[in-house]
């Protein structure tokens, strides 16, 4: 496929907006769900779905407490589970994605989680957005992962008309520096959640504003 092409005068305003996120959040990978290693962040992103990462920190910090191991979550009774993560949202769904996940994971990988998108995407529960999760956070590879945060300001900055999440990877990936993948979503989750609101946004106060397609519209 070929490279999206951007004129000088676009690709600055780009480099401009990457260059203010970097001062503004730093450039340190981290993501916002506690986790102590890949399984445990895999479960927790399983449970993101539908629900703030602030709701899963708090049922996490009980929950790995509870079930230390994969083994634990493989052989976890599905209506005990569903109450643990019942303020989660989907318990239903999630519980026995999570139980199956797990189970895989032990069976087929000996307990590892798998780095490759493609493998990563055969377990239950796990899309893309949830793989590239794990390939940027664990693995270090480049990724993008497409929230409902992402999704929303990168159609304002101007990124991508799309607004399927595989198209809006894609043209991310096309149109941003590797290095910055998965740096972009962690940067924009804060930027969506204090200021780039889905409801009145406070343009105003945005230290991109002067580079925003949304704002100067």
């Given at each position: 496929?070929?490279?999206?092409?951007?004129?000088?005068?676009?690709?600055?305003?780009?480099?401009?907006?990457?260059?203010?996120?970097?001062?503004?959040?730093?450039?340190?990978?981290r993501t916002y769900l506690h986790h102590?290693?890949?399984?445990?962040?895999?479960?927790?992103?399983?449970?993101?779905?539908?629900?703030t990462d602030q709701r899963v920190n708090i049922v996490t910090k009980d929950l790995f407490q509870k079930y230390k191991s994969l083994e634990d979550f493989a052989n976890a009774d599905p209506a005990e589970l569903e109450q643990d993560i019942h303020s989660t949202g989907f318990y239903k769904n999630k519980a026995k994605n999570?139980?199956?996940?797990?189970?895989?994971?032990?069976?087929?990988?000996?307990?590892?989680?798998?780095?490759e998108l493609e493998e990563l995407t055969t377990l239950a529960?796990?899309?893309?957005?949830?793989?590239?999760?794990?390939?940027?956070?664990?693995?270090?590879?480049?990724?993008?992962?497409?929230?409902?945060?992402?999704?929303?300001?990168?159609?304002r900055l101007g990124f991508t008309k799309e607004e399927?999440?595989?198209?809006?990877?894609?043209?991310?990936?096309?149109?941003?520096?590797?290095?910055?993948?998965?740096?972009?979503?962690?940067q924009i989750i804060a930027l969506g959640r204090s200021i780039c609101t889905a409801r009145n946004p406070i343009c105003s106060a945005c230290f991109l504003k002067e580079d925003c397609i949304y704002y100067k519209g």
């Open positions: 496929m070929a490279k999206r092409r951007v004129s000088k005068k676009e690709q600055e305003r780009i480099d401009r907006i990457l260059d203010a996120l970097n001062l503004e959040y730093g450039s340190n990978v102590e290693n890949a399984w445990q962040l895999l479960i927790a992103t399983i449970l993101s779905a539908q629900c999570i139980i199956a996940c797990a189970n895989r994971l032990i069976t087929e990988y000996n307990g590892e989680v798998p780095r529960g796990v899309g893309r957005k949830t793989a590239n999760v794990i390939r940027g956070n664990i693995y270090n590879e480049p990724s993008i992962v497409v929230d409902t945060h992402v999704k929303r300001i990168s159609n399927d999440p595989v198209k809006i990877e894609f043209d991310l990936m096309d149109l941003l520096p590797r290095e910055q993948w998965i740096l972009y979503n962690i």
